[in-house]
């Protein structure tokens, strides 16, 4: 019997972000990939990992909002990366991009 790709589960990259190491990992990968409006999704995911009404409550900005902020094509402002980035545990870090 064959596995349809209809009857397979849908993937939720947010199942996957378990410790403030996997949210680091992946918000790090996407940064690396230079798309902004791609940054912004994926700190939705991991906002949502967490719990997406603790990270409203931690950043003081309303759920609401927050979805609205972090929704595949958003722009954020860096405010709010920053806030969200906060309370999901992790930070940005700028790096040498040549490093000798």
Do not use: W
Not at 1 to 27: G, H, T, V, W
């Amino acid at each position: 019997m064959k596995n349809r790709i209809a009857d397979l589960p849908d993937f939720d990259m947010a199942q996957q972000l378990k410790s403030e190491e996997d949210i680091a990992a992946y918000i790090t990968m996407v940064i690396e990939d230079g798309d902004a409006a791609e940054l912004a999704h994926a700190l939705g995911v991991a906002a949502k990992a967490r719990g997406m009404s603790d990270v409203a409550k931690s950043t003081g900005i309303t759920r609401e909002a927050l979805y609205k902020a972090l929704k595949p094509n958003a722009k954020p402002r860096f405010d709010t990366i920053n806030k969200v980035c906060a309370a999901l545990g992790v930070r940005l870090v700028a790096q040498p991009a040549n490093p000798h």
